[in-house]
Nanobody
Framework: QVQLVESGGASVQPGGSLRLSCAAS????????MGWYRQAPGKERELVAA???????NYVDSVKGRFTISRDNAKSTVYLQMNSLKPEDTAVYYCNGRDVAAGRTYWGQGTQVSVSS
């Protein structure tokens, strides 16, 4: 059974930091492109950051320099370090796994991040 379980979401003040974690099971983690998406109320889900199996990364422009994605293949876990958080970062954050070779995509259940004063 495939599971992507996110954790780390919380309510923080602007300028604060959070680290999201996503623990995967039931997939060949090291073969997956792993990413974080977010969806704010009334908006479409957007890719925030992604990391390929061998380490290349990409970020949406609005988080460059503030967010860092990383992965630990031994623990089948992907992280999103979020610094200098802004109110516009408020959203539900979803972990995503994409196994290109198998043609499969996996999603976590989401974790809420709220940034407000």
């Amino acid at each position: 059974q495939v599971q992507l379980v996110e954790s780390g979401g919380a309510s923080v003040q602007p300028g604060g930091s959070l680290r999201l974690s996503c623990a995967a099971s039931g997939i060949i983690f090291s073969r997956n492109n792993m990413g974080w998406y977010r969806q704010a109320p009334g908006k479409e889900r957007e890719l925030v950051a992604a990391m390929a199996p061998f380490g290349s990364t990409n970020y949406v422009d609005s988080v460059k320099g503030r967010f860092t994605i990383s992965r630990d293949n031994a623990k089948s876990t992907v992280y999103l370090q979020m610094n200098s958080l802004k109110p516009e970062d408020t959203a539900v954050y979803y972990c995503n796994g994409r196994d290109v070779a198998a043609g499969r995509t996996y999603w976590g259940q989401g974790t809420q991040v709220s940034v407000s004063s």
